[in-house]
């Protein structure tokens, strides 16, 4: 099991891209949240399996049709097993 924790910047507020990680990572059966940061952040941290996390990270780096992403950083580490369940946070 791994973490990933996952900053996006670019138009990622106001397109629907939390509700798209949302849909995704609860499809992967990942735990964790999605957040905003900034203005132009959106902040993930996601646990499952290795490929699932791989999964999450490919679609972040697109999102939904009207983002504009324009930076990605990541970082694994091995899962913690403190989320329940995948939700949004503020």
């Known amino acids: 099991?791994?973490?990933?924790?996952?900053?996006v910047k670019g138009i990622v507020q106001g397109v629907g891209f939390r509700y798209f990680v949302l849909s995704h990572a609860q499809?992967?059966?990942?735990?964790g949240y999605v957040k905003n940061v900034g203005q132009d952040k959106v902040e993930i941290v996601a646990e499952g399996n290795d490929n699932d996390?791989?999964?999450?990270?490919e679609l972040c780096k697109k999102g939904p049709a009207q983002a504009h992403v324009k930076n990605i950083t990541s970082h694994k580490?091995?899962?913690?097993?403190?989320?329940?369940?995948?939700?949004?946070?503020h």
């Open 1 to 7: 099991m791994l973490r990933i924790e996952i900053t």
């Open 27 to 31: 499809k992967l059966n990942l735990r």
């Open 53 to 57: 996390i791989a999964e999450i990270e």
């Open 77 to 89: 580490t091995p899962a913690a097993g403190e989320f329940i369940t995948f939700s949004i946070t």
